[in-house]
């Protein structure tokens, strides 16, 4: 919504994207012609933003999915979850292209770097991890004195900003 624009009062469509569970996560494509949701039941999918029908389904992840995000380049999906793990599927096939493992705790936050050859991950083990998306190797750790609750990438990807249960912000270069 831009800058002096009239807020919307009601919902233009509601859709029930998650039967019966709760939802954790929302991101849009750079686009924004689609929307990704994560949720309980375990699934990440795939809406188009301009009617709410429902593009694809991700399975995989074991527990909740706390975080999602879609890549910039639109070939890739992530979702962060519960199992301690970040998925990345292949939006073309549906299909799982990598699983990222290194967290201890539950995953909160997670991102992809505005070139889509990175991502970032944070959460409950107050670690911030930058991640190699071709690979899947975990490139960086930045250790943290708090639970990362959400984290955020400059658009040129220069600063890694998070904050944390203990009220804080951080950036990190």
């Known amino acids: 919504l831009a800058l002096g624009c009239t807020l919307p009062t009601a919902p233009k469509i509601t859709v029930v994207a998650?039967?019966?569970s709760e939802m954790h996560g929302l991101r849009p494509s750079s686009?924004?012609?689609?929307?990704?949701?994560g949720s309980d039941d375990r699934l990440v999918k795939l809406w188009d933003a301009r009617n709410g029908s429902r593009l694809a389904?991700?399975?995989?992840?074991?527990?909740?999915?706390?975080?999602?995000?879609?890549?910039?380049?639109?070939n890739l999906a992530l979702g962060a979850s519960g199992d301690l793990a970040i998925r990345l599927w292949t939006i073309r096939t549906?299909?799982?292209?990598?699983?990222?493992?290194?967290?201890?705790g539950k995953i909160y936050a997670a991102g992809f770097t505005p070139d889509s050859k990175g991502l970032y991950s944070g959460g409950y083990d107050r670690m911030l991890k930058v991640w190699d998306v071709v690979s899947g190797v975990?490139?960086?750790?930045?250790?943290?004195t708090s639970s990362c609750n959400d984290a955020a990438i400059s658009p040129e990807?220069?600063?890694?900003?998070?904050?944390?249960l203990d009220a804080s912000i951080r950036l990190w270069d």
């Open 18 to 20: 998650h039967e019966r």
């Open 31 to 37: 686009s924004g012609s689609v929307l990704v949701t």
């Open 57 to 74: 389904t991700l399975e995989g992840a074991v527990k909740a999915v706390m975080c999602v995000a879609l890549s910039g380049d639109g």
């Open 94 to 104: 549906t299909r799982i292209a990598n699983t990222l493992t290194g967290h201890t």
């Open 138 to 144: 975990e490139t960086r750790t930045m250790h943290c």
């Open 157 to 164: 990807g220069a600063v890694l900003t998070s904050v944390h």
